[in-house]
């Protein structure tokens, strides 16, 4: 699998509220919520391939 590079949009939209580096990496930072986001969003596509069709 390959990983093509961050548009630099993106980021910056991502970043637009940083003040801090809790911002990033703290209990509710950018760093947590996108890995959450990225889990639920790779086992929901498992669960598809699973199941043979998608959610509802």
Do not use: C
Request: glycine share 6%; hydrophobic share 40%; aromatic share 2%.
């Amino acid at each position: 699998m390959t990983v093509s590079k961050l548009p630099t949009e993106l980021l910056d939209e991502l970043l637009s509220d940083y003040k801090k580096p809790e911002d990033l990496i703290g209990e509710n930072g950018l760093l947590k919520q996108l890995t959450k986001a990225l889990v639920e969003r790779a086992l929901e596509a498992e669960m598809e391939h699973h199941l043979g069709h998608a959610r509802h």
